[in-house]
Structures are given as structure tokens and as C-alpha cells.
């Protein structure tokens, strides 16, 4: 891995700026946060073997009957937004790439994009130490594991050089950050990326600050069950981006392309739910079992076109 990002964490504690305070109405923390995905580490197996933690990408020519297909479509479909094969300057075309996940899961996408492309090299950032640990095992089982970096840190405050990312992205993990702006997480995304370089998101949005009264009771709930603060305006995420140095905005609906994949929950889930609750004599821990809810109420949230929409956001860092 090249030396510029091996992580310093004295770098990000000068640098970073404060978190965003987290939404009023926010019950959830960062323990809460940690403690879920390390209690369902190994649950998130089921939904993927390769463990892409996020919905999948439905294009002509993929099977919509084939989960793992879509999911790994995801991760290039988010490559392709990084437009990493647009030229370089002169004196970077020698340069080795390297490109940064933040809030990995177990690292999925960079796996699948280092994977694609022999030139790059990945860093992936999480706070939840079990998800590194099978990040490791899977590196290692795709033959990657030169070319990738797992650190432990605050995807807000990572403690990566500034200004050296050649692209950066977050798949469901830019709604763990606090706020309706996630902008905390926007911040350290732009100390981190080159000038040039480009920023994707992809997530569920609110489309307004106040949903209707089901939808936002809805939100409510799959957020509470998910450990997740609340989901980010799209207005005012998109706001975040233009203050910290973003420009070249696109917001793209993506909720036909993961219809296909989201529509695969209801049976996985049920089967999956009462195949843990025979094995555990009906003991699932509590996050477990808000994991199954939570499951559930994703797929009903996307009903309210009003309310909430899946999008891919793009951003590139100004010069």
C-alpha cells in the first residue's frame, strides 16, 4: 500500500472539524451504531455470501432472480460514477490510485473495484472491528489482499492524509453520520479527496425535513431498528456538498434499479427470521431482531414516493 495512506491518526484530530450535532430527533448513538452491526455481523451472510451489505443494481442482460449479481453491479455501478479512467495529468499518470470507502461493512465494493482493476488500491474505513476481521478473510479468498487496507476509525475523523483520495464513496453508510446535512461526513470527505477527484453516495433520502405522518413514523422505525440517526434530506445533504467545496452535483434516482433486489426481502427475511429463531429457541438478541424489522420496513419505506427516494449523489472535489 502506498505510504501516503497509512493511517496516522494524529493527522484527522488537528484537522478534522467538530461533529454535527445529531438530529433532535435522534435517539440513536454511535455505540448503538457499533453494537448493532457487530451483534448481525454474521447475519448480513445470508443477504450476501460476499457480504455486499447494500441493495443491488438491476440492468438489462442480469438475472433479477440473482441477487448476488445485482449487488456486485452495485459496487461497479458506483466505480463507473468515480470516473477513474478519465485522464491525469501528467505527473499523476506514474502514480498509483488509491480510493476510499467510507464506512465499508466488510468492503465489498472496494473489494469488486480492486478487483476489476489491477492499478488500484483501496482504504476502507469502519469503527466496527469484527466487519475488518472478515474483510481480511474475504481479501485474502479474492486474492486482493495486497492492494487493501482495513483501518479502525470514525468515518468522520479517519486520520488519513488530506487531499490524496482519487475517489471516495459511501454505499448506506452516509445515514450512520449525525444530522439531516451529514455534514460531518461531507467535511472529511473533502479534506481526503484530491481537487478533481469525485465523491458517490448511495442511500435512501428524505425528500423533505417533514415527512407525512405514516412515512415519518415509518422512518421512525426502520431507523431505530437499524441504528441509524436518520436518514439525510436530500436538499440538505446536497447543501452540505456546495458548503465544503463540491461541485458538478447530480442527484440520480435509483429506485427502479434496486426495486428488483428489494423485492427479494420479504421471503428472505421470513425464512431467514424463522430458520434463527428455531436455532436460537426463539432467543435472537435485540438487535437481531431489529435487524429482521428493520428488513421488513425497508421495503414498505420505499412505497412513499413523497417522502423518500434511493439515489446515487455525485460530487466532484473543486480545485
Known sequence: MPNVF???????RARS????????????????????????ADDYRAWSPSYN?????????????????MLVEMNRAVGRALKLDEPRPVRERAQRRCVVDLGCGAGATARTL?????????????????QNSIAVRLDARAGVADRMAHIEADYTRTGLPTAQADGAWAVESACYASGTAKADFVRE???????????????????????????????????????????????????????????????????????????????????FALAELWKARGR????????????????VLGLFWRDFDYCMVTARRSG
Open 284 to 299: 435472537l438478541g435485540p438487535w437481531r431482531r431489529k435487524h429482521i424489522v428493520a428488513s421488513y420496513c425497508a421495503l
Open 189 to 271: 470527505a473533502a479534506r481526503l479527496l484530491k481537487p478533481g477527484a469525485r465523491l458517490a453516495v448511495v442511500d435512501g433520502f428524505l425528500l423533505r425535513p417533514k415527512p407525512g405522518r405514516t412515512a415519518g413514523w415509518l422512518h421512525r422505525l426502520w431507523a431505530d431498528s437499524w441504528a441509524v440517526p436518520t436518514l439525510a434530506v436530500q436538499g440538505d445533504f446536497v447543501a452540505a456538498l456546495r458548503d465544503n467545496g463540491f461541485e458538478d452535483i447530480e442527484v440520480r434516482s435509483l429506485r427502479w434499479r434496486v426495486a428488483p433486489s428489494a423485492l427479494h426481502i420479504p421471503v428472505l427475511a421470513t425464512r
Open 17 to 40: 472539524a467538530p461533529q454535527t450535532p445529531a438530529a433532535p430527533e435522534a435517539s440513536i448513538t454511535k455505540a448503538d451504531t457499533q453494537d448493532y452491526f457487530t451483534e448481525v
Open 114 to 130: 480492486v478487483g476489476d482493476d489491477p492499478s488500484l488500491y483501496a482504504v476502507t474505513v469502519t469503527n466496527v472491528a469484527v
Open 53 to 69: 451489505m447494500h441493495f443491488g443494481f438491476w440492468r438489462l442482460g442480469l438475472n433479477p432472480l440473482r441477487r448476488e449479481g
Open 6 to 12: 497509512q493511517p496516522d491518526f494524529r493527522l484527522s
